[in-house]
């Protein structure tokens, strides 16, 4: 029998931190829930030894924990149902990662699901994702995909012009139901987060301008085939502030006002997602309780103040749902040491499998799991191993000297990696497993070289002869 401790109780100097166990907020964490050190003084997950992990299904694997990943959506609730005394609904913001298994785990807790295409529409209904838990999103969905989500049953967020004419006219000689729809709106609102996934600001490509509210509500109460039944918005992702979020509560409670003034039905409001996790130790994010309360309270007070009823109350947070849940572990491979300027140190993943480095600058942190308690000893920089110099995962690393076989864990990789990866250079796409209770279960099959020409064509003229 294997005995471990929790992380948290070594020395500074060692490779872990202390975390917080007891209530603690899955996205202020450095590692999943469940991370302890066993006495062969591996990182485990989940009840599982990562290094077995590895042997058992493959480098590089996406290791995810149930348990941290059900707390977090259990959070979400918990704090829905203590601060707000209305109805509400958490849906998952599925683009984080969107699989079968964790959009079944997320709707299994009770949650819905935003997806924004077709292809995620898809996979959530194949999860056994009830519709009428299903938000379709998206800046520009096709005249099929529109259609897929009439027939299917779910919520359409519509977020343009264009998608409003496409909807009144597919339905239009429809004899059932009006289809309920949700507007997007763009509140105007600034964050301070990477330009790239800030959605929130008047320039943005998503949803319509607040500027036009009043000829969007006309159209839409003149429809008789279409009915409005919430508003939208989501002001970017990764935040770390409060303020903009309880300033979006107050902007969407006007537009509520407004949209009664036309006669309109609308009982949901959608605050988006956004909220940020801890992927190194100078990220300080909220926790999921402080986030939820700021909105609630800022809800209720403008409710209140315009003597409106309350709205069902919805949220889609994708990040912080899944980010802390999850590690990426790969083998050590080559060693690059630069005197005086740098030592690389390779793995057999990078950019393919997490492109967040390189597209945002993101940060990460990563341990040496097969030697948790050794001292840190060096300063490496962790390199991918795609043709491409920007392919690096961490600068200036601080670990203890890797040998390669080393089983290198990139913390922090459940959010926007599995969803994002690429075949770049032809790298398969690694498994990732579902770690509780000492037990792990496939979710991903891993890529092979045969799943890799699947898609391609030979024309015949093309077939080389034997000669
Ligand atoms: N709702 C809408 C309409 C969104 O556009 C997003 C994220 C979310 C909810 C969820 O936001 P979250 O809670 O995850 O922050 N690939 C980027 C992130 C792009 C976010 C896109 N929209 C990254 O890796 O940082």
């Known amino acids: 029998m294997v005995s471990t401790h929790p992380i948290g109780v070594q020395d500074s100097g060692r ?30 997950i989940g009840g599982c030894d990562v290094t077995a992990l590895v042997q058992e299904f493959g480098s590089p694997l996406y290791i995810l924990d149930e348990e941290t990943l059900r707390a977090s959506c259990r959070q979400y609730q918990d704090a829905l149902e203590r601060y707000y005394p209305g109805e509400f609904q958490v849906l998952y913001a599925s683009k984080a990662w969107n699989c079968l298994a964790v959009c079944a785990i997320a709707a299994s807790v009770g949650l819905g699901i935003d997806v924004v295409s077709g292809g995620e529409l898809y996979t959530s209904l194949q999860a056994g994702v009830s519709p009428n838990k299903i938000y379709f999103h998206g800046n520009n969905k096709s005249s099929e995909e529109l259609q897929l989500a009439i027939k299917s049953g779910c919520t359409v967020v519509v977020d343009n012009w264009l998608e409003l004419h496409t909807l009144a006219s597919l339905t239009q000689d429809s004899s059932s139901q009006p289809l309920s729809i949700m507007l997007r709106l763009t509140p105007g609102i600034e964050c301070h987060t990477h330009e790239y996934i800030r959605t929130g600001h008047l320039d943005s490509k998503f949803g319509f301008d607040p500027n036009q509210i009043d000829e969007v509500f006309a159209f839409i109460s003149k429809q008789p085939s279409i009915t409005c039944i919430g508003l939208h918005a989501h002001i970017g992702s990764q935040i770390f502030e409060k303020q903009p979020h309880q300033d979006l509560a107050s902007v969407m409670v006007d537009w509520l006002a407004k949209a009664a003034t036309y006669g309109l ?44 009823s309350l709205p069902k109350l919805l949220c889609e947070p994708g990040r912080s749902l899944i980010g802390s849940a999850c590690v990426t572990a790969y083998t050590v491979g080559s060693r690059k040491v630069i005197p005086e300027i740098r030592t690389y140190i390779a793995v057999d993943g990078g950019m393919s499998d997490n492109p967040r480095p390189i597209t945002y600058q993101s940060c990460y942190r990563a341990v040496v799991a097969n030697r948790m308690s050794a001292p840190l000893t060096e300063t490496v920089t962790i390199a991918g191993k795609h043709c491409e110099s920007g392919d690096i995962l961490i600068k200036d690393a ?44 496939l979710i991903i099959r891993r890529e092979t070289y045969q799943d890799l020409i699947q898609q391609d064509c030979l024309p015949e003229k093309l077939v080389a002869k034997s000669e």
């Open 15 to 44: 490779q872990y931190l202390p975390i917080t166990l007891e209530n603690s907020s899955p996205n202020q964490e450095l590692f999943p829930l469940t991370a302890a050190v066993n006495s062969r003084d591996c990182l485990e």
């Open 398 to 441: 601080q670990l203890p000297k890797t040998e390669p076989g080393d089983i290198l864990v990139v913390m922090g990789t459940g959010a926007y990696n599995y969803s994002m990866a690429s075949n770049y250079n032809r790298l398969p796409r690694p498994a990732a497993v579902l770690v509780c209770n000492g037990e792990a279960n």
């Open 265 to 308: 039905p609308v009982q949901e409001l959608n605050v988006g997602g956004g909220l940020g996790i801890r992927y190194t130790e100078s990220d300080d994010p909220p926790s999921i309780d402080a986030w939820v309360k700021v909105i609630c309270e800022a809800v209720v007070a403008a409710c209140l103040e315009k003597n409106l």
